[in-house]
């Protein structure tokens, strides 16, 4: 539709406000409750503009075509000018702090000429500042309700809510009492979008951002969702990090861990030297020292037991550079396959399930797919605390109307808002999809033609699914028979049912048979593969964990999942690497752990990952390092792992670095970075260069830019994507062998990319998992995740986050409290046939009675000694997710 703006023409999409006319025709209004994250609210008056006769506030006035407005009039700036300056009246002068360089407010006064005298508040309501990240000055708050608006309609916490009357309404936590008292989970959103600074973060005061010297954007170096942020630094150091609000995942949004935990950064804890241990103890040497001893104990190993007695263990947190690097080192210069990473301990499973029934190794749609989805189908995965910003994205959705299903043993956070909430035993999820299968096949909730154009393998599976009927599957997995009837007839009647998974699927013995029987009901549906909806996606955990896997840090795949077995596939990489590949698959962490022990592994090379702390069945990982002649690790911190490595080597972290990540949703995006490493601490990519140097060996690959670019000549899947295309558009999905045509966001539109080009179901049987309770271990332990603390906490943990929360502890129902004569906040120790930990209760029916619920993120509470060395049977991920355990209440010293 066309806008007349003060005679300047506009064109815009129907639905478009006032606001939206103006702006696009380069009209400044003041807009002080105005977010366009949020739904406008017309309330502060200050955006007033003239249209068909009336006076209206901009934001809230929809447009028409044809419509003429008018803006510029001295009259309407006065009208505005005096409804800022009556807000303004009831503040302090120091609302005003910083002018031009200050806040929203203050920006927009210095822009009216409305001075530091207009304001002739008294002030005197008072500061909150018992939150660590979020303080409320009162006397600043001008209640335009910015801030609630964002709890509730962008991050869905409701946790806000405006008190008071008239001029003394202000913004207080719906609970009452203190910030750090309320349901408030540190996203930061309130903060982000006060325009006066009544809502500042430490470190960064409405009007100190005269004092910003840079800004980088980056991309969080967290969890796997990728949110896009704006990093402000001072001094050589954050001031603070901003949700950019073009993210193409975020939208504006943040987590309490990509926002505000970066304390790490700066912690005097960080490693800045190189460490060697010499009698016993790790001490400080320079870099040529340590890079020399680290060339020698590899040379001794490979003297000793050739290539196949060294193996790499690369970081999901590190940069897709970085883990080219280093699977190209040790396929170039040592000359082995044995390099794995920690998406073997979390989404293998996905890997080897998605690529089975689709063909590659990734979720099928695009995230913003979930908008159009009207049915959420989330398995064994809890956003709300371990991918936040997805769990907003997805609640909203809820909210808006899709109805939910949640399968998860635990009320996890959604659950509260799902239709239907399945609570299967844990280890019972092949029983559970069966069972849904079942039923949609029983009721004819499929898609015929779907199934006969594009799926293999339906009468297999009818056959199998005849023994899955409700009655039965309600015994195995403890599910009643009615909730599955209405899970499947939710998902089953549906027009656009999305799947949207977790390590719930994923970290069980029969884990990758899990993600197979779940792919089976997107296929049964039809509701892959067509664009219409948001079919089968793993919400991946690591930062980087989808791109360390995209980049060949796999023992038994080269970059771009290139068979190492396939000769052809070698020649490639050979060709680009100037050498032949080793061609017997490696080995992957476990079976690595299993060679130390054993005397074959003569040197492990462990690349940001704190083994001791998550990998499981802890005691036996420290005996493998015990038992290996050299063991270097490259850290941050002096990590459990490092404190029992021969080397230590400072890496730089995240902020520090230039690369790209690969998120949940397959898109690359750009990290740069906003601060030099301390000391001497060193890129993980300046590291493998320096160590390759140390061999004698050139790795080419001078940059990082340079290493994408021969990534993509080993890889076609990654041949479009370049830093340069990156910085130039933002993101952009694999698959993309051509840098002329956009990457593909969802996959399979005319077919699957597997050898037949179909879908292909799978008849998996159930099977019981590896650990079952019994008189001695009567309770099954399930391991997770909280939301303030990230995998082995050794980031979060030298963050403000500890004030959030300070331990691990361990949820259990109230009836087998009882049972222990156990209290809220009581200490226990929990035993597992293969270790102890020592944690403290939390009462909760969030878990069922027979279950227990714990995070993994304070070492010293031993929560992995706890857990068993049983495995994915396809892909050795580790079942983290049942584990038999008795109570003890009290903290029992003695194994
Ligand atoms: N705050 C925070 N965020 C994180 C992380 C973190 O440590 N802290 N880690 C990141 C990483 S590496 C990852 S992989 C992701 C993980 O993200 P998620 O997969 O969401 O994490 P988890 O909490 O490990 O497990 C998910 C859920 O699986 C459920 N579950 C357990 N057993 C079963 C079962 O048999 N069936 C079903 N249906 N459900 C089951 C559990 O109750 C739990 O709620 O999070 C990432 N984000
Ligand atoms: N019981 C139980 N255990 C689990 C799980 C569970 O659900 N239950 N989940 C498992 C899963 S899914 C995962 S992914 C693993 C995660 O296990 P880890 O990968 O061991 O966990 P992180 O804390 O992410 O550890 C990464 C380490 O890398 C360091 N680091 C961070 N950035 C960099 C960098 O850029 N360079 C270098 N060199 N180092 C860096 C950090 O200081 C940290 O010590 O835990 C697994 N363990
Ligand atoms: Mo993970």
Same mark, same amino acid.
């Given at each position: 539709?066309?806008?007349?703006?003060?005679?300047?023409?506009?064109?815009?999409?129907?639905?478009?406000?006032?606001?939206?006319?103006a702006?696009l025709?380069?009209?400044?209004?003041?807009t002080?409750?105005?977010?366009?994250?949020?739904t406008?609210?017309?309330?502060?008056?200050?955006?007033?503009v003239?249209?068909?006769?009336?006076?209206?506030?901009?934001?809230?006035?929809?447009?028409?075509d044809?419509t003429?407005v008018?803006?510029?009039?001295?009259?309407?700036?006065?009208?505005?000018?005096?409804?800022?300056?009556?807000?303004?009246?009831?503040?302090?002068?120091?609302?005003?702090?910083?002018?031009?360089e200050?806040?929203?407010?203050?920006?927009?006064c210095?822009?009216? *000429?409305?001075?530091?005298?207009?304001?002739?508040?008294?002030?005197?309501?008072?500061?909150?500042?018992?939150?660590p990240?979020? =303080?409320?000055?009162?006397?600043?708050?001008?209640?335009?309700?910015r801030?609630v608006?964002?709890c509730?309609?962008?991050?869905?916490?409701?946790?806000?809510?405006?008190?008071?009357?008239?001029?003394?309404?202000?913004?207080?936590?719906?609970?009452?009492?203190p910030?750090?008292?309320?349901?408030?989970?540190?996203?930061?959103?309130?903060?982000?979008?006060?325009?006066?600074?009544?809502?500042?973060e430490? *470190?960064?005061?409405?009007?100190g951002?005269a004092r910003?010297?840079?800004r980088?954007?980056?991309?969080c170096?967290?969890?796997?969702?990728?949110?896009?942020?704006?990093v402000l630094?001072h001094?050589g150091e954050?001031a603070?990090?901003?949700?950019?609000?073009?993210g193409?995942?975020?939208q504006?949004?943040?987590?309490?861990?990509g926002?505000?935990?970066?304390?790490?950064?700066?912690?005097?804890?960080?490693?800045?030297?190189?460490?060697?241990?010499?009698?016993?103890?790790?001490?400080?040497?320079?870099w040529s020292?340590?890079?020399?001893h680290?060339?020698?104990?590899l040379r001794?190993?490979l003297?000793?037991?050739?290539?196949?007695?060294v193996?790499a263990?690369?970081?999901?947190?590190?940069?897709?550079?970085?883990?080219?690097?280093?699977?190209?080192?040790?396929?170039?210069?040592? *000359?082995?396959n044995?390099?794995?990473?920690?998406?073997?301990l979390?989404?293998?499973p996905?890997a080897?399930g998605?690529?089975?029934?689709f063909g590659?190794?990734?979720?099928t749609?695009?995230?913003?797919?979930?908008?159009?989805?009207?049915c959420?189908?989330?398995v064994?995965?809890?956003?709300?605390?371990?991918?936040?910003?997805v769990g907003?994205?997805?609640?909203?959705?809820?909210?808006?109307g899709a109805?939910l299903?949640?399968?998860d043993?635990?009320?996890?956070?959604?659950?509260? =808002?799902a239709?239907?909430?399945?609570?299967?035993?844990?280890?019972?999820n092949?029983?559970?999809?069966?069972?849904?299968?079942?039923v949609l096949?029983?009721?004819?909730?499929?898609?015929?033609?779907?199934l006969?154009?594009r799926?293999?393998?339906?009468?297999?599976l009818?056959?199998?699914?005849?023994g899955?009927?409700?009655?039965?599957?309600?015994?195995?997995?403890?599910v009643?028979?009615?909730?599955?009837?209405?899970?499947?007839?939710?998902y089953?009647?549906?027009?656009?049912p999305?799947?949207?998974?977790?390590?719930?699927?994923t970290?069980?013995?029969?884990?990758?048979?899990?993600?197979?029987?779940?792919?089976?009901?997107?296929?049964?549906?039809?509701?892959?593969?067509?664009?219409?909806?948001?079919g089968?996606?793993?919400?991946?955990?690591?930062?980087?964990?989808?791109?360390a896997?995209?980049?060949?840090?796999?023992?038994?795949?080269?970059?771009?999942y290139?068979?190492?077995?396939?000769?052809a596939?070698?020649?490639?990489?050979?060709?680009?690497?100037?050498?032949? &590949?080793?061609?017997r698959?490696?080995?992957?962490?476990?079976?690595?752990?299993?060679?130390a022990?054993?005397?074959?592994?003569?040197?492990?090379?462990?690349?940001?990952?704190?083994?001791?702390?998550?990998?499981?069945?802890?005691?036996?990982?420290?005996?493998?390092?015990?038992a290996?002649p050299?063991?270097?690790?490259?850290?941050l911190?002096?990590?459990?792992t490092?404190?029992?490595?021969?080397?230590?080597?400072?890496?730089?972290?995240? &902020?520090?670095?230039? *690369?790209?990540f690969?998120n949940f949703?397959?898109?690359f995006?750009?990290?740069?970075?906003?601060?030099?490493? $301390?000391?001497?601490?060193?890129?993980d990519?300046?590291?493998?260069?320096?160590?390759?140097?140390?061999?004698?060996?050139?790795?080419?690959?001078?940059?990082?830019?340079e290493?994408?670019?021969?990534?993509?000549r080993?890889?076609p899947?990654f041949?479009?994507?370049? =830093?340069?295309r990156?910085d130039?558009?933002?993101?952009?999905?694999?698959?993309?062998?051509?840098?002329?045509?956009?990457?593909?966001?969802?996959?399979?539109?005319?077919r699957? /990319?597997?050898?037949?080009?179909? /879908?292909h179901?799978a008849?998996?049987?159930?099977l $019981?998992?590896?650990?079952?309770?019994?008189?001695?271990?009567?309770?099954?332990?399930?391991?997770?995740r909280?939301?303030?603390?990230?995998?082995?906490g050794?980031m979060?943990?030298?963050?403000?986050?500890?004030g959030?929360?300070?331990?691990?502890?361990?949820?259990l =129902?109230?009836?087998?409290?009882?049972?222990?004569?156990?209290?809220e906040?009581?200490?226990?120790?929990?035993?597992?046939?293969?270790?102890?930990?020592?944690?403290i209760?939390?009462?909760?029916?969030?878990v069922?009675?027979?279950?227990?619920?714990?995070?993994?993120?304070?070492?010293?509470?031993g929560?992995?000694?706890?857990?068993?060395?049983?495995?994915d049977?396809?892909?050795?991920?580790?079942e983290?997710k049942?584990?038999?355990?008795?109570?003890?209440?009290?903290?029992?010293?003695?194994m």
């Open positions: 539709m066309r806008v007349d703006v003060d005679g300047v023409i506009v064109h815009l999409a129907e639905g478009a406000s006032l606001l939206e006319a702006r025709a380069g009209a400044e209004l003041p002080l409750c105005h977010d366009d994250r949020l406008p609210a017309g309330s502060c008056r200050t955006c007033l003239r249209s068909g006769g009336n006076v209206v506030a901009a934001c809230v006035t929809p447009a028409a044809g003429v008018e803006v510029a009039a001295d009259e309407l700036r006065a009208l505005r000018r005096d409804a800022v300056e009556l807000i303004v009246s009831a503040l302090p002068p120091r609302a005003l702090d910083g002018g031009a200050g806040g929203e407010l203050a920006r927009v210095h822009e009216l *000429g409305i001075t530091p005298d207009g304001a002739r508040g008294r002030g005197g309501r008072g500061r909150d500042d018992s939150h990240y979020v =303080h409320l000055d009162r006397d600043l708050c001008i209640a335009c309700g801030c608006r964002m509730a309609e962008v991050q869905g916490t409701f946790a806000l809510t405006l008190t008071g009357r008239g001029a003394d309404t202000v913004v207080a936590p719906g609970t009452g009492g910030w750090a008292d309320s349901d408030c989970v540190s996203c930061g959103g309130c903060v982000d979008t006060c325009p006066t600074g009544a809502l500042t430490p *470190g960064l005061p409405a009007g951002r910003i010297s840079g980088t954007r980056t991309t170096g967290y969890c796997g969702v990728g949110c896009s942020l704006e630094t001094d954050v603070a990090i901003l949700p950019d609000h073009d193409p995942v975020n504006g949004h943040a987590c309490v861990k926002r505000f935990a970066h304390g790490f950064l700066h912690s005097p804890e960080r490693l800045t030297r190189p460490l060697l241990r010499r009698d016993g103890r790790l001490e400080p040497v320079s020292e340590a890079l020399g680290v060339a020698r104990g001794a190993a003297a000793e037991g050739g290539p196949d007695a193996a263990i690369s970081s999901a947190r590190a940069t897709n550079e970085e883990n080219y690097l280093i699977q190209k080192f040790m396929r170039v210069a040592v *000359g082995t044995n390099v794995d990473n920690c998406s073997r979390c989404h293998a996905s080897a998605l690529t089975a029934a590659l190794s990734g979720g749609d695009s995230f913003d797919d979930v908008e159009r989805a009207d959420l189908l989330l064994g995965a809890n956003p709300v605390e371990a991918h936040p910003v907003a994205r997805l609640l909203q959705r809820v909210l808006r109805s299903i949640v399968a043993p635990r009320a996890v956070g959604l659950a509260l =808002h239709d239907v909430h399945l609570r299967p035993r844990p280890g019972s092949v029983a559970l999809f069966n069972g849904l299968a079942h096949l029983a009721e004819g909730l499929i898609d015929d033609d779907f006969r154009r799926a293999a393998g339906l009468p297999e009818a056959t199998l699914l005849a899955y009927p409700p009655d039965r599957v309600s015994v195995l997995t403890g009643p028979a009615e909730d599955l009837l209405a899970a499947a007839r939710l089953g009647r549906s027009e656009r999305a799947i949207v998974y977790g390590l719930g699927v970290e069980h013995l029969h884990g990758t048979d899990g993600v197979r029987a779940l792919t089976n009901l997107a296929i049964l549906r039809g509701a892959v593969g067509t664009g219409r909806g948001f089968v996606n793993p919400l991946r955990g690591q930062n980087n964990v989808q791109g896997s995209d980049m060949g840090a796999l023992p038994d795949l080269l970059p771009g290139a068979k190492v077995a396939d000769p596939a070698r020649a490639r990489a050979a060709d680009v690497w100037g050498t032949p &590949l080793p061609d698959p490696g080995m992957r962490i476990p079976e690595m752990f299993a060679a022990r054993a005397g074959t592994l003569r040197a492990l090379w462990i690349v940001g990952e704190d083994v001791c702390v998550t990998d499981p069945d802890a005691t036996r990982v420290a005996e493998a390092l015990e290996c050299m063991v270097v690790c490259q850290e911190f002096l990590s459990e490092a404190r029992r490595a021969d080397v230590v080597l400072p890496a730089a972290a995240w &902020l520090e670095k230039d *690369g790209t690969v949703d397959r898109r995006q750009r990290v740069r970075p906003a601060l030099d490493p $301390p000391g001497e601490a060193r890129t990519f300046a590291i493998v260069h320096a160590l390759a140097s140390a061999l004698g060996v050139d790795l080419g690959c001078r940059t990082p830019a290493t994408l670019a021969e990534c993509g080993v890889a899947l041949a479009g994507i370049s =830093h340069e990156l130039r558009e933002g993101a952009v999905p694999w698959p993309c062998p051509d840098p002329g045509r956009p990457g593909e966001a969802s996959l399979y539109r005319e699957f /990319a597997t050898p037949d080009g179909l /879908a179901l008849a998996c049987p159930y $019981p998992p590896g650990e079952t309770p019994d008189d001695r271990y009567p309770l099954i332990l399930v391991t997770g909280r939301w303030a603390h990230y995998n082995s050794n979060t943990r030298r963050t403000a986050n500890l959030l929360e300070a331990a691990d502890r361990l949820d =129902h109230p009836a087998d409290a009882a049972r222990y004569g156990l209290g906040g009581d200490p226990v120790t929990v035993r597992s046939r293969h270790g102890r930990a020592t944690l209760t939390h009462l909760s029916d969030d069922a009675p027979g279950q227990v619920f714990c995070a993994f993120h304070f070492p010293a509470a929560v992995n000694t706890l857990t068993s060395g049983h495995a049977t396809v892909t050795s991920c580790p983290y049942v584990t038999a355990v008795r109570l003890i209440p009290g903290w029992d010293e003695a």
